[in-house]
């Protein structure tokens, strides 16, 4: 067991750092899956840093799109997972590829300490900052993407993935036509916070308030290079 290195303990105990090498493995899976059934197409990805920790904050219109980024991104990421999906053998197999539960209707310390687990030892930690699937445009942000940022000094990567809802598939209704196109795309690294290392209310607002700006941004510029 690994204690996370800022203090060790969440809410009284130890707080365990996700398995970097389950999300190789899970980076693995995702390869083969998202290119074996659909076609991504992939712009941007080297703006993702190549080593040290970042965020990458994804919009969520699918439930696939979660998938895909593990499957498109360059470096494996650990997502935060909301904890209905932990489940059977859905829950054991999403643990042990470094993904993190998380109760999205409490103030979750042992999620929170171990995503700052993951960047503290210099992982991609994946979110989707609004909080829960919906139409995708980044409208509605939660307050916990700024909160990691600022926290860990981590840099942000905005992702856009667009067309895993534009159609239904024949085969699988909840899931888009096979072999279709899915684009993802990458846009400039920043930071959330002023430079002042502050953590209040008032600087997690505002830096919840820049983040939102930015990444409606790279939205708008994504799909305006893609078509979408």
Do not use: C
């Amino acid at each position: 067991m690994r204690r996370h290195p800022g203090g060790g303990e969440a809410g009284g105990r130890p707080v365990t750092q996700p398995s970097q090498k389950g999300a190789a493995v899970g980076r693995g899976i995702g390869i083969g899956l998202m290119y074996g059934l659909w076609r991504p197409r992939v712009l941007g990805a080297w703006r993702v840093p190549a080593a040290g920790p970042v965020i990458l904050a994804v919009n969520h219109a699918h439930n696939i799109d979660g998938p895909m980024l593990m499957g498109t991104a360059p470096r494996p990421v650990h997502f935060l997972v909301k904890k209905e999906a932990f489940v059977g053998p859905l829950g054991t197999f999403l643990d042990r590829i470094g993904q993190l539960k998380v109760d999205r209707d409490s103030t979750d310390r042992a999620a929170i300490g171990r995503a700052l687990a993951v960047l503290e030892h210099g992982g991609v930690l994946g979110i989707f900052p609004e909080g829960t699937r919906g139409e995708g445009d980044f409208t509605s942000l939660r307050a916990g993407l700024a909160y990691f940022a600022v926290r860990s000094g981590a840099p942000i990567v905005p992702v856009a993935v667009l067309g895993s809802s534009d159609r239904r598939g024949r085969l699988v209704k909840g899931l888009p036509p096979l072999r279709s196109r899915v684009d993802v795309v990458f846009g400039d690294a920043f930071e959330a916070g002023d430079g002042s290392g502050r953590r209040t209310r008032t600087a997690l607002d505002e830096a919840t308030f820049r983040i939102q700006e930015r990444l409606t941004d790279h939205l708008k510029n994504a799909r305006r290079l893609t078509g979408r």
